[in-house]
């Protein structure tokens, strides 16, 4: 498309209307009063969540957790009714805060960024669409989320495949139906895990490839009662500071306990009674699984053994169980009756361990042991994670574009700047804890930091912020350093590295040090006039 001829000059321009874009034209727009717009890709807000539609999809966050802590007023007037919230209760969420807090005049929607090149001249970002419209920013803020590039797999064939084939990412608005088909999943992550028990409900037969076997523990998900709602509420402000003090911005801290300080019969005791309650606390019921391997075995031990017990063919048991990783060392996903979907009459499990695809053909797909035919193909198979929608933007710094910076894996400082951009902003980048913490958390901290940085550009009569090389190489330096005292980065086929992505750098990309420690970080950059950033 041509660029136009009068770009909208802005003081700020976001590039995504999720829960970081809306947060933060709030806070320029409505708190500051600045000239700010949005630019989404969709036709409503909603980011991550209103794409990610698929059978079963689910936060894996607690509802009461899940959501924005910076108005009393809106935790107040908003009631959850689950204790994990799907996709349709989120979007209603995230449409009732643009218009409480009167967002909605500020979205351009249906619009997609092209290209971004910083004007040497003007000092300004100027930022192309799709649809032919340009801004003039002189800020811009990346709000595009670390899950929402589609990752479907290069398999010989697809082409040839006479049925639908459709992946979770960019699942249908309106649906898929399932019933009296044929279908095959591959990929058995987190988004696989939630998918399979809800595609068997429908489907005549589900054959699920499995590319590498996975720990999942009960999400135990259910109605809230107006009791429960309640207690949430009179506790926020008690909730609130427990998930901006801790390490992984959820509502409960970890266990200081150690694993191995445990007696045995103590550590299975209390094993069973995090697996009865469900959901993602249960990798903080000791403090030393993510750092000692052998503390980490007593709890990897503990799930396969779960496993065994729920799926009755030892075979498929075996298969399932068989996990080459350590617990929590990928993003440990929590189910609603995933291991029980494979006691199905109707589902099966093809280990691609053991026989690997060789192609898609017409009519379904070719393993090394024999043809599956099939109607429907379902790709659960993860995305390009935290820098794929920054790269495919284009994005044109003083002398390179961001992809050939980050050719050999994504460099920054605090995950919120790339030398060479200035005045580039990107909310939960790599480099910051992001996709190892509850989401709306280190949003909140990051859109907060960087409202306050842009306020002390203005204040000192400055044009510009940017980061140092040398600031950006020692934090990448204090990402690796933080990441290899635990055991995160010993899983080589992990989306936290980019292993998922053929071709893609593998860089352990998350800070692994903690949301509190980070914070800390970060406060400590901008009272000390925000050092490792030069200001012209």
């Known amino acids: ?143 595009v989320g670390c899950l929402s590039t589609a990752n479907i797999p290069a398999i010989e064939g697809l082409g040839d495949f006479s049925g639908r084939w459709y992946h979770t990412g960019q699942w249908p608005r309106n649906g898929v139906d399932l019933s009296g088909y044929r279908v095959a999943q591959v990929g058995t992550g987190s988004t696989g895990i939630q998918a399979a028990p809800v595609i068997a409900e429908a489907a005549a037969h589900l054959t699920v490839f499995q590319r590498t076997a996975n720990y999942s523990v009960p999400a135990r998900n259910c109605a809230l009662t107006d009791e429960v709602r309640q207690q949430q509420k009179a506790d926020a402000a008690v909730i609130q500071q427990v998930m901006h003090s801790n390490t992984n911005g959820h509502p409960w801290t970890i266990n200081p306990q150690n694993a191995l300080d445990t007696a045995a019969d103590e550590r299975h005791t209390i094993y069973e009674q995090s697996w009865a309650t469900g959901g993602l606390k249960f990798r903080s019921v000791f403090a030393d699984l993510l750092i000692d391997s052998k503390a980490n075995d007593t709890a990897a031990t503990f799930i396969r053994n779960k496993i065994r017990e729920v799926v009755k063919d030892p075979t498929t048991a075996d298969s399932l169980s068989n996990i080459d990783h350590p617990y929590g060392a990928k993003r440990p996903p929590i189910d609603t009756n995933y291991f029980e979907t494979f006691n199905r009459d109707n589902v099966e499990l093809v280990d691609l361990k053991k026989t690997p695809i060789v192609r898609i053909d017409s009519n379904g797909i070719q393993t090394s042991a024999g043809h599956h035919a099939v109607d429907i193909i379902v790709f659960a198979t993860g995305f390009d994670a935290m820098t794929g929608s920054l790269l495919r933007m284009d994005i044109q710094g003083r002398q390179q574009t961001l992809a050939d910076a980050w050719a050999a894996g994504p460099a920054n400082y605090l995950g919120l700047q790339v030398a060479g951009f200035p005045n580039l902003f990107t909310i939960t980048g790599p480099g910051s804890p992001s ?24 204040e000192t009569g400055n044009t510009c912020i940017e980061c140092t090389d040398e600031a950006m190489a020692g934090w990448v330096q204090h990402v690796n350093d933080v990441a290899n005292a635990t055991l995160l980065p010993t899983v080589k086929h992990s989306w936290y590295l980019g292993a998922n992505v053929p071709g893609k750098p593998q860089v352990f990309m998350p800070y692994a040090g903690g949301l509190d420690r980070y914070r800390q970080a970060c406060n400590e950059v901008a009272e000390n006039d925000y050092e490792g950033f030069t200001l012209s």
């Open 1 to 143: 498309m041509s660029q136009s001829a009068n770009p909208i000059e802005l003081d700020a321009l976001i590039v995504g209307a999720g829960f970081s874009g809306l947060y933060q034209l709030h806070m320029l727009r409505n708190l500051r009063g600045l000239s700010v717009r949005v630019v989404e890709a969709g036709d409503s807000v909603g980011g991550t969540w209103y794409w990610n539609r698929y059978p079963g999809a689910r936060c894996d966050s607690e509802s009461h957790a899940y959501c924005y802590t910076f108005s009393p007023e809106l935790t107040e007037e908003w009631d959850w009714s689950e204790r994990y919230p799907g996709p349709e209760e989120i979007l209603r969420y995230l449409n009732h805060v643009a218009d409480r807090f009167e967002l909605r005049p500020w979205l351009d929607l249906n619009r997609t960024v092209q290209s971004a090149r910083f004007d040497e001249t003007g000092h300004r970002w100027l930022v192309n669409c799709d649809d032919g419209n340009c801004y003039s920013a002189r800020f811009l803020i990346t709000a």
């Open 435 to 458: 996709v190892l913490s509850n989401m709306p958390v280190s949003i909140e901290q990051h859109v907060e930091w960087i409202t306050e940085c842009i306020d002390y550009v203005l």
